[in-house]
């Protein structure tokens, strides 16, 4: 009997519907789940004569409520959302580890307090106080770099650990995601749908977007591929492993597992982070800290290394240990010269003698600048590589050696006349570079005593002063040669012009060491190392106060060199953008608060996008408690209804029996 | 439809996330009273925070730097008034001695007063401000001027300094020198030409001498109707004669000692032996001078009193140059302080301003926050408030 065929449909569809809605309470609160709701349909009508009768209620289905373009944009936002976290939490770390505008100040007091105490120095170049201050303020600023570069380098290989980490959970959700593909499949296929096995590998799958980045393809039977940077991870029901490493540049990039072909274009999610921190962001920030360093290393070390400190010249000096001879392989040694001075300590006689570095195929190693010094080379002075290719300079007993640029104390003359005068020297040359400075005889006569005799002064720029050397000039007074710094002193003797242009000639030195060699091989040099990691105060400064380099004078005792070093604060260097350290520095770090607060700025907007779109998620398939009490009250009411339909029914039909 | 559990859930949970975080930021700026804690917080004023700070070191460190050099300039004044009043004193004892009323016995007693104020001179030169002496130039860790003694007594006073200012940066690109060069300044470098003071009929050639000071000029006799010049009392002697032979115009005869140093005599119309003195102005310095007059006092030379009131004349002349001279570097090294004293205080207000731009640029208004962090903790309740109603009334609960 139809009947109670349709009762029983309606109490059926009124227990499914129970199931439905008791399913959805129960998921409430679980992550990932998609409400469900039940699909009637009228059931299958008679027709009795003329009339058409319905046949209860169908069951058809249940739908899951679901968004899929809304869930895709979600995936994509939260995979920007965790890149940006995780980046600005890194950043905000490595920002914290600066210290800048906290209490005890970071590398940019280091740095004030180092130009200070060189100023400081200038000031007292001979007092032992004030070279102690210089070197443990150095000691400071070294300390300082080594710590943020050991830090940075730390977090680089932190980054990289992590990133195998994040690579293994990838792994981990992509085969369960694909596990769950298989198992959503095979029910669909046999025995209709399979919606929670969906919420759960959705779930997967959103969580994988927070790793990285993801695009999902939907096929057949529920299946869905996922992809990742162009890499489909997950196809039908198969995986396919990733491995993160890095590339012949050393960059941080994923590949399939056992492939090697490492993509670094990772976007999205924490490894996608984790890439972009790797390979960009803290790569950038260590390269700006060891531009900086290795600039402070240079520029001091190349000024130093022609100086001399309170003890006075040498009688050895020993470099550091070099990987190579070879002069090629130190990117800082140009083709040039170096310029040794060697004294006799008992009658004060100084010479000089120019090395060429890197000129030819004889001077290219520094087993052959050696050997050019302990041959003709260099008088009285020797020297060696060992075996660990550190080069040492030895004076021998009775001389002592330099790499002052003070003027030899007499000039090359060319002097015609039998009784010429005698020309001393000294002074310190103001210019930068080096130079020779030519005096031509102008007028004949004698020192002191003709009128028209005049001594005209060119350098490699033209002339630059015209002296009088006759009526007026007292022989034996210094005449300070224009803005050169460079005083000359004629004794008494004659000079001409007519026969013979007599002249003579000063060699000046701005550099004795133009080559670089002195400070890529560790010769006098203040500092060692070539980065953040590794600058250092040479040890044999710290060990000796004295040997700080303040003079460059032939006395020895000024403060020439202390001053350019210390005004190196406000010098501004190619190497550095063409910026000083300390604006370099502040450039650097506020680079660094920049990124921070954009990724902040970034991070809330994403944030907010995020919280929008769940929201829009959670009105389409999240669980309204409400909703679900309400529709239960109303299946309720439709299994009473049924229920009193049937007693109806079954009371009518024993009616109809006890009539017959 | 809204209103599912998960979304109430997400929004309260939200909104109370983002209350934390900005109440944190304000607690934080409150605990600092900054505004700026970290580069982050305003990238730009960071720079410029930070570029002020080191602005403000640097001009604290030249300030130290300047203070020391206007100390050791003071005390070089000091040192320059004492050196002043020496000369004075020694002017004075002179002129008493020109008047006439002192003996040999009293002439030595004051010759030995001018050996006390040599001394005392020397001593002056040489002092040391903080381990460093003053009037060296750049070497200030040897003792500028060296004495050489015969019978404990100063017979020369040589300068061993350096002849090179010690410059040291005061203030950005400004450079001073605190340590003077003793040599100029206790020295006349404006040679004239030489005065002789004799009887020999010996006068100045045309060529530039470079003898300074006083030099004695002995005229003596050849043999041969010449004449024989010294200027080192004989260690050296110049034919005139002989010079002439060779060229030498007798008008402009070079006199040399060992020293290279040159004289250059009118021997023209030398007619007599004898000792000429030889007073070369602007060439002047304290020590020899000194040393001049203490030895005119004794006469070891045994002029006539003629000559050695001549000389003494002289003398007073050349004590007047060398005061003029201490008095115009008392008046540089005073104009180098007030510069000195006029450039801290400028870089005194730069600091300041540093100091004072930066404060402002990081100081938190602590009555804002206190507002702000209020307004923020009633939000805060307010949210748990709404989230507490929201998530525990339903419909459930009007069920039968």
Known sequence: MDSFGIGISGLNAAQKAFDIIGNNIANAATDGYHRQRLNLTPAYSSQIGPVILGGGVDVAGITRIIDSFLQKEIFLQQSSLE??????????????????????????????????????????????????????????????FQTLGQFLTTLESQISLEAENVINQVNALIGKIAELNYNIKRQEIS???????RDQRDQRISELSKLINVETQSREYGVVDVSTSGIPVVINTSALELEVGLNENLMLGITVANEFNYNTDIQGGRLGALVSLKNDLIAGIQNDLDNLANAMIQQINQYHVQGVGSEGSFTSLTGWVNESVDLSDFSTVAAGYTYIRVTNTSTGAVTRTQIDVNQDAASDTLTEIAGFINGAGVANVTASVNSSNQLTISADTGYKFDFLPAVLPTATTDFAEALPPTVTVSGIYTGTSNDTL?????????????????LIVTDSTGMIATVNIGSGYAVGDEITIGNTGIKIALSIGDLNQTIEDDKFTVQVFGNTDTSGLLSAVGINTFFSGSNAQNIAVCADITANPKRVATALGEDMTDNNNALRIAALRDQAVTALDSLTPGEYYRRLITDIGQQVSVKQSHQKNVEVMVQNLASQQSEISGVNINDEAARMLIFEQMFKAMAKYLSTLQSSLSTIMEII | MSGSLNNIYNNVSYALYLHSVEMARLQEQATTGSRINRPSDDPSCSYRVITLNSQEKSLENYINNLSEATDTLELSSTVIQDIQSAIVETKVLLTQVMGGIYNEENRERLAERINDTLEQVVSLANTKNMGQYLFGGNNTTSAPYLTERTNGEITSVTYQGSLENREIEVAPGIKSSAFQVGYDIFGSDDRSDPVFLGDTGAAAGSGTSSVKGDTWLTVTDDGGGSYDLSIDDGATNVNVAAEVLAGADIANIAVTNASGEVLYVDATNISSTGVDMVSVPGTYNIFDTLISVKDLLRNERELSDAQLRELQDNSLTVLDEINELIVQTEVTVGSKIGFLDNLKE???????????????????????????????????????????????????????
């Open chain 1, 83 to 144: 890149q940006v976290s995780q980046e600005l939490a890194m950043l905000r770390t490595v920002e914290n580890s600066f210290g800048e505008l906290s209490a005890g100040g970071g590398l940019s007091t280091a740095l004030d307090d180092f130009f200070n105490a060189l100023q400081d120095l200038s000031a007292h170049p001979t007092e032992t106080i004030w070279q102690n201050q210089a070197i443990t303020s150095a000691q400071i600023l070294a300390a300082k």
């Open chain 1, 191 to 197: 025995s209709g749908q399979a919606y929670n096995l």
């Open chain 1, 438 to 454: 030519t005096f031509t005889v102008s007028g004949d006569g004698s020192v002191g005593n003709d009128d028209s005799l005049q």
């Open chain 2, 346 to 400: 400028s870089l005194e207000k730069l600091k300041y301003d540093a100091e004072d731009e930066a404060t402002l640029l990081q100081e938190a208004d602590i009555a804002q926050i206190a507002i702000d962090l209020s307004r923020r903790e009633v939000l805060y309740q307010m949210s748990l408030s709404i989230a507490g109603k929201l998530m525990s009334l339903s419909l459930l609960d009007f069920l039968g």
